[in-house]
């Protein structure tokens, strides 16, 4: 064929692909629309699929006569001027792609009354070719009528599901949007019934009685907004509610995201939900959660994906944190699931003999331990009392030292007692190779400083935890006992034909550290699993630098490749510089470092700590 430019029409139906992939997509946008004309009731009827039809009226500000045939413009928008608007955009759409896009593949009847003006307009429009356009009476507000979706793109209804499943989607869309803007109205006909509606009341509670029922509801607890925990970092306020920790599913589609009223898809949000019960629900149950999630505009990049259903976040940990600490909050301070307590030495003695468990009135040590991890942790999770007030006693820190560490046990052992003592509580300990150790602060959010009877000592925590997991993590694997995670949805991750041959090479190695990778095609693999401690960093990233690793193999005097890895690992794993601690997280740190066989250097040889002797300060300050 020889090149030739595409008619109009048919670059729009090409170009609608990517907008309106079914009948749920038409009733996202235009819902979109409503909200941005700032109507407080809007309307969806469809009929049993919303492929013959799907009709939204709305009573918001509406189109001026004037202006009604250029909104079916493509690219023709009221919300932005300019590409630098869509940094800190305030509305749902900016793209003016959605009614181009819909008229394009439908019949479409726009009627609209702007609130200035008296009198109404009409347009009606077939496959993307203007029918009629003509004054007429209306209410203030707007109503589009979408009929015989993708009637001129018969491909494209073959890839319509059955009713029931379009009808779901519909729904989902509609109870997303009435949860995200409790105050205003929505009411939703299928087939001639309504099937959902919200009262506008301005409450989510009633919105999530409404879409979920009652008997979800009961189960969940309210997420409040918490106080910024560090100024550096931009604010964030998260709320909704989410389910107690005994009311869980067998998977996520219970976590409902809205980032700045946009109902998002985010693994890695979802994650830090999931993350929040750790300990609490057994893996492979999930909660149900309606997480919303406001930040300033400027925030988040809403331009990555042509339906917006997937964002950018400029701090993307930032975020995890935050969703992490407030449901995690949420969580414990409202459930009251029976936990063990460790207040004292005496009731501490009591649980560990005798295995009683009781309820306490709030576990804050877990809870200050937990939240100020930013990202979701290793080393800190499993200490539940302050160990500081416990002087030296150090049988009291039910951590690592005595403890298998938590993520070198096997998942099972994790989650099949979720607030059990912790394992091997009694067994010997290892030797101590430091002296005691009591941290006092931390520097510039990477150095650790601790007292010690011979003096100060400055501890770099990455290396140290670098170090302290580098121990662990080869007696484990020694053992053949590395426990592994699977990844949230499997990640495949497109390599060079040279990058996927090295791996190739290494996969069986890789899998006895913990990465099962899969074959996907010539060059592309799936990650379905990796080593446990590696549970919070995204596994693409990190393959790609065990690659980098492998790849370097042949380089004079370099280590072996397994050497490389383990050593990779455990650097990915390890707490990083710039990471603000709690005491107790220091304090853990310094403990289990305490009794590293090598706790002078990090495994790449870097030391740990720089010690000043007590001789050594006097003689600074002249006192000698
Ligand atoms: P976008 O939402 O990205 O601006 P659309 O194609 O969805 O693009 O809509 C084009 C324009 O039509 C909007 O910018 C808005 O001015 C107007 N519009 C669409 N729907 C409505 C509505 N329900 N009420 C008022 N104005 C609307
Ligand atoms: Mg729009």
Request: charged share 25%.
């Amino acid at each position: 064929m020889p090149i030739k430019i595409l008619s109009d029409t048919v670059a729009a139906q090409i170009a609608a692909g990517e907008v309106v992939e079914r009948p749920a997509s038409v009733v996202k946008e235009l819902i979109e629309n409503s909200l941005d004309a700032g109507a407080t009731s809007i309307t969806v009827e469809v009929d049993n699929s919303g492929s013959k039809l799907v009709r939204i009226s709305d009573n918001g500000y509406g189109i001026p006569a004037g202006e009604i045939e250029l909104a079916l413009h493509r690219h023709a928008t009221s919300k932005i001027d300019d590409v630098e608007d869509i940094y800190h955009i305030e509305t749902l759409g900016f793209r003016g792609e959605a009614l181009h896009s819909i008229a394009s593949v439908s019949r479409l009847v726009l009627t609209s009354r702007s609130r200035d003006e008296d009198m109404g307009a009409r347009i009606k429009v077939d496959g993307g070719q203007v029918m009629d356009v003509r004054g007429v009476g209306a209410p203030s507000g707007t109503v589009i009528e979408v009929r015989d979706l993708f009637y001129n793109v018969p491909a494209r209804r073959k890839f319509l599901k059955s009713e029931a499943t379009e009808r779901r989607h519909i729904t989902t869309v509609v109870t997303n949007y009435a949860m995200a803007y409790p105050d205003v109205r929505f009411q939703l006909l299928t087939g001639g019934r309504e099937t959902f509606n919200s009262p506008g009341s301005g409450e989510l509670a009633d919105v999530i009685v409404a879409s979920m029922g009652l008997d979800v509801f009961r189960e969940m607890v309210e997420i409040l907004p918490l106080p910024p925990h560090r100024p550096d970092l931009p604010p964030i306020e998260v709320y909704g509610y989410s389910s107690i920790p005994g009311f869980t599913r067998s998977n996520r589609a219970g976590i409902i995201l809205f980032v700045n009223g946009r109902a998002i898809n985010d693994q890695r949000v979802t994650y830090a939900v999931v993350q929040a019960y750790h300990t609490l629900i057994p893996s492979g149950r999930y909660p149900s959660s309606v997480i919303l999630v406001e930040m300033p505009a400027d925030e988040v990049d809403v331009n990555v994906h042509p339906t917006k259903a997937e964002v950018r976040f400029r701090s993307p940990d930032a975020v995890f944190s935050a969703v992490q600490r407030a449901v995690r909050r949420a969580v414990i301070d409202q459930s009251e699931a029976p936990r063990l307590r460790y207040d004292d030495s005496q009731e501490y003695e009591t649980a560990r003999n005798n295995r009683v468990y009781s309820t306490p009135q709030s576990d804050s040590s877990q809870l200050a331990f937990d939240l100020e991890v930013d990202s979701p942790g290793r080393f800190s999770k499993e200490v539940r009392r302050d160990a500081s007030e416990s002087g030296d006693d150090e049988d009291y820190y039910p951590h690592y030292e005595t403890a298998t560490p938590p993520h070198l046990r096997t998942e099972k052992q994790v989650v099949d007692h979720p607030e059990a003592i912790p394992e091997g509580l009694g067994r010997p300990q290892r030797p101590r190779t430091l002296p005691i150790l009591r941290a006092i602060g931390q520097i510039n959010a990477t150095y650790i400083v601790a007292e010690g009877p011979a003096g100060m000592y400055l501890v770099d925590q990455h290396a140290a935890h670098e170090r302290i997991l580098f121990e662990e993590f080869l007696a484990a694997y020694h053992g053949q006992n590395i426990a592994v995670q699977q990844t949230l949805e499997t990640s495949v991750v497109t390599l060079s034909p040279v990058q996927a041959r090295h791996l190739e090479e290494f996969q069986d190695l890789l899998a006895e550290i913990g990465f099962t990778i899969e074959p996907f095609g010539t060059n592309d693999f799936a990650v379905r699993t990796v080593p446990a401690i590696l549970s919070d960093r995204n596994p693409e990233s990190v393959l790609q630098l065990l690659l980098q690793d492998i790849e370097s193999r042949n380089a004079p005097g370099s280590l072996t490749v397994e050497e490389k890895i383990l050593r990779r690992v455990c650097k990915s794993a390890a707490v990083k510089a710039g990471q603000v601690l709690s005491h107790k997280e220091m304090d853990s740190l310094l403990r289990q470092l305490e009794r590293c066989e090598n706790p002078h250097t990090c495994p790449h040889g870097r030391p740990t700590m720089i010690h000043m002797s007590n001789n050594q300060l006097e003689k600074e300050f002249g006192r000698t």
